[in-house]
């Protein structure tokens, strides 16, 4: 009786001890890639997408195997997995079915770290939705939004959908900077001053190429795209080096040139509209 006692205690004492050893090294192997992917961000510039992604494999990894170990050690537990294992057509039928959607998140998230239509700091809009990526786990992949909300979305879900990246390939952004001037304003003077301003914002960049110079594109082009119930509409294309100088770029070209049309008599117009009234009122 007391051998078994003993012997009861010696099992649930491994059985702790795995589990809390698996803890451990999960604890250690999760803080050693925090510390590598914060060198290799913040240091070297290298993508992060991989090294992310890797530690939370390298984790599931080590709970599992540390799980398994600790149920081996008991007997009892031992019985009860010998006795699953016997079921195993079953079992594994089951629970194909009840984890189907899991196995597609773990597949589909694998997918998207070896094509990569996405990284890890990229700027996504994916139907109403937009913001950077955060983060890409086992299961799914978090985007915080322009509000720091985090959106949660399955990779097998945002696999399938159509998403607009800034970031894939060339991270240069061309912003339309579209302003309406009245009728009545001199639009050859508007278009010169739009173009003045988006020459000489620093944000802005020339993105021809060698043979775009030399063949003499215009750099910052103004034209007329359009006619409105009350404006002339014009339209310059201004470049940034990446979506948040783009922004900026933008926001600030607004003002500016807003500034410069008050400043220059440039009219920009709001919609007026003509009542007529059939029957004169002071008839009534």
Partial sequence: MKEQILNSIEYIGIFIGTL???????????????RLI????????NDPTNYKFLRHAINAIIYIVGFSIAIYSMPNLRALASSLLAGAGILAVSVGFASQHALSNIISGVFIIIFKP?????????????????????RHTVIRDFENKRIIIPNSLISDEILVNSNYGD?????????GISYDSDFEKAKAIIKEEVLKHPLHIDPRTEEQLMEGEELAPVRIVGFGESSVNLRAWAWAKDPVDAFKMECELFELIKIRF??????????????????????N
């Avoid at 996405?118 to 086992?138: A, K, M, P, Q």
Wanted: with cysteine; net charge positive.
């Fill in 20 to 34: 809390l050893i698996t803890i451990v090294v999960a604890f250690l192997i999760n803080r050693f890639f925090k």
């Fill in 38 to 45: 914060r060198r290799s961000t913040e240091e070297m510039k």
């Fill in 118 to 138: 996405f990284r890890i700091n990229d700027r996504v809009s994916l139907r109403e939705l937009r913001g950077v990526v955060e983060d890409i786990t086992l």
């Fill in 262 to 283: 008050d400043n220059e008599g440039i009219e920009i117009p709001f919609p007026h509209r003509t009542l007529v009234y059939k029957n004169n009122p002071t008839n």
């Fill in 171 to 179: 991270e240069r952004i061309c912003k339309l900077i579209e302003i």
